[in-house]
């Protein structure tokens, strides 16, 4: 193909393209991605993403860096100093050397230009849960995210489901600042969190004087503030038999009166609802109108726990001990053989269990070096995977300690001579797990 075709269309893709070479350093962006971030082909050329991303840099994050660092193709987010949010998908080019030459990186614009008012306590969390960010590299996840960006463009109502701590909310977020509607106010309720007697006046709204306590000027609910954006009803199982058939309603006829009123309110925003139980299973028992779950039920996306996509945790371990590093100005890094502990973990809390440990990590051990005789966590259990037998389970084990050793004394030499084995072997072994790390 022609070379000046080439470069017509690099810049002229709906998404920004990012390229750099196997060391991280910027070989160059096109100009939609110039558009969207605010940073010049020029001034990126040549830089390390080392040197331009962290604290009050360029960048946020990097999906090339956790590429170059797990060898796999990455999703995530990251903000610019430029006030954009930006989804990259970075995809590893190997030479036949099996190593990395270049990442190719394409971006989604996701900036959202405000989010509104705060309804309830658990709501007003959502300045510092936008800056939240997804890092995965497990085909499932990328699989969703495909998805969610495909129906972001359209208005049809999403029923996310998954179990408490997998990024419901992040992904509710996603899709918001992914739509049309981005300009817009995203509202967020957690339906769980606000008393049953309140909820209906913070969902519909009041007329001054609708009961007792009210405002007298009267107060908008969060579908009128919602105009024109999305509204996110977390926990939607939690809401009230009385006011799902009210919520049925304004979904069918586009319109509500609010609590004590008698003016018709125009309804005009996406919703997207999310829960961590089985509607279906709460409809079979009469917890849950079952007219209602099928008008939720248009674009079901279900979110696979961390126990699913085990592959995700050394990466999101990275993006989380960076994240703490940044914050509390240290420079900690896990051992292989904790992040290997911690892949075997059970994580009922899945990734908020995750952050939250290691962050506990970060701020409690002494030292840079984090191993596993540093962490102490009550009630830490392991799970054996079904189907894996001795055999596999002594490899692992041996891999666990021979990446240990090697982490302490460096060289193959010392590694065997820790162990009693020859050199020969400790290399051999060594090779093996290298090989076996970038397959």
Known sequence: MDKNLLEIIFDNLYNGIYVVDGRGVTIGVNKTFEEMSGFTNAELVGRSLYDLVGKDNYFSGSASLLVLERQCPVTATYSTSTNRKLLVKGRPIFNLAGEIDYVINTIWDLTVVQYSHRIDSDTARSKLLSEDDIVTCSDKMMEIIDLALRVAATDSTILLNGESGV???????????????????????????????????????????????????????????????????????????????????????????????????????????????????????????????????????????????????????????????????????????????????????????????????????????????????????????????????????????????????GTSRRVAAVLGISQASAARKLKHIKVSKKN
């Open 167 to 409: 990024g419901k909310s992040l992904l509710a977020r996603t899709i918001h600042r992914s739509s049309e509607r981005k300009g817009k106010a995203l509202m967020q309720i957690n339906c769980a969190a606000i008393p049953e007697n309140l909820i209906e006046s913070e969902l519909f709204g009041y007329e001054g004087g609708a009961f007792t306590g009210a405002d007298h000027r009267g107060k908008a609910g969060l579908l009128e503030m919602a105009e024109g954006g999305t509204v996110f009803l977390d926990e939607i199982s939690e809401l009230p038999l009385h006011l799902q058939s009210k919520l049925l309603n304004v979904i069918q006829e586009k319109s509500f009166l609010r609590v004590g009123g008698r003016v018709v309110q125009h309804a005009d925003f996406r919703l997207i609802a999310a829960t961590n139980k089985d509607l279906a299973e709460l409809v079979s028992h009469g917890l849950f109108r079952e007219d209602l779950y099928y008008r939720l039920h248009v674009v079901p996306i279900t979110i696979p726990p961390l126990r699913e996509r085990r592959e995700d945790i050394p990466t999101l371990i990275q993006h989380f001990v960076e994240k703490y590093n940044r914050k509390y100005n240290s420079y900690k890094k896990f051992s292989e053989s904790l992040i290997n502990q911690f892949v075997t973990m059970t994580w009922k809390g899945n990734i908020r269990e995750l952050e939250n440990l290691v962050e506990r990590c970060i701020v409690t051990t002494v030292g840079d070096f984090i191993t596993p005789d540093k962490v102490r966590i009550p009630g830490l259990q392991t799970t054996i995977t079904p189907g894996v037998g001795l055999k596999e389970m002594l490899a692992d084990r041996e891999r666990e300690i021979l990446l240990q050793i090697q982490e302490q004394y």
